[in-house]
């Protein structure tokens, strides 16, 4: 079980802000590939990996990092503060 | 070291002056307020600004830490706001005390080059002809490597 959460136009394309995933994947790639199996709107988020962003336990990591022992998986698109 | 993650509106100037009171006897503050352009054809109605509860506030405090220890700061303080704010309105203020002023103001360039690519916060402006996400810029990537060597 992984929390995975979703921020600006990735939130808005999968439609929801979160969700608890039960997986088995070994990596972040692993995950996507899961989650874009499922439906169309995960397929239209995660389109264009170079777009995103993807944050383990709240630290900026990258799509090959390995997900054993991570409880929350985070996808955004660059951030844009300041 | 002080960093606020807020909805609420905040006053620069008595940020400052807290800022400058409690870090009597430094050399040198510099301070950056962002203040919410307005879009370019002048229509902005609001902009909307997303983070990530959480992950903010730690790489705020990373970031601040770093500057810190890198231009041996006497203080530092980010504020930085969400949720919806509108044109002309403050988004978010650094401040940096030091011994000297190059130190002071290289550590706020730091601080804001760091913040608007490595912090979790989205922009997105709503105006009369519709809503869209800020696009994060090639600058801004590349602004950090100035910092890497």
Not at chain 2, 47 to 72: C, D, F, K, V
Request: negative net charge.
């Amino acid at each position: 079980m992984i929390d995975v959460l979703y921020f600006a136009w990735v939130r808005e394309r999968i439609g929801l802000p979160r969700e608890t995933v039960e997986t088995c994947a070994a990596t972040v790639a692993d995950l996507v590939a899961e989650l874009v199996a499922r439906e169309d709107r995960y397929a239209a988020a995660f389109a264009d990996l170079s777009s995103l962003r993807v944050a383990l336990d709240q630290e900026l990591s990258d799509f090959s990092a390995p997900l054993a022992g991570v409880r929350e998986v985070a996808f955004f698109p660059p951030m844009t503060g300041g | 070291m002080r960093i606020l993650v807020q909805a609420e509106a905040f006053d620069a100037g008595a940020e400052l002056n807290a800022f400058s009171n409690a870090t009597g006897g430094i050399g040198a503050i510099v301070t950056f307020t962002g203040i919410v352009r307005d879009s370019t054809q002048g229509d902005l109605a609001a902009m909307e600004i997303e983070h990530y509860p959480g992950m903010t506030e730690r790489a705020l405090t990373a970031i601040a830490a770093q500057a810190s220890a890198r231009w041996n700061l006497a203080d530092c303080l980010v504020i930085h706001r969400y949720g919806r704010l509108l044109a002309t309105d403050p988004i978010m203020m650094v401040a940096t005390a030091a011994a000297h002023r190059t130190a002071a103001f290289a550590a706020a360039e730091f601080l804001m080059d760091y913040l608007k690519s490595r912090a979790p916060f989205w922009k997105k402006e709503l105006t009369d002809t519709g809503a869209g996400w800020v696009q994060a810029r090639d600058d801004d990537e590349a602004a950090l490597t100035r910092w890497q060597s």
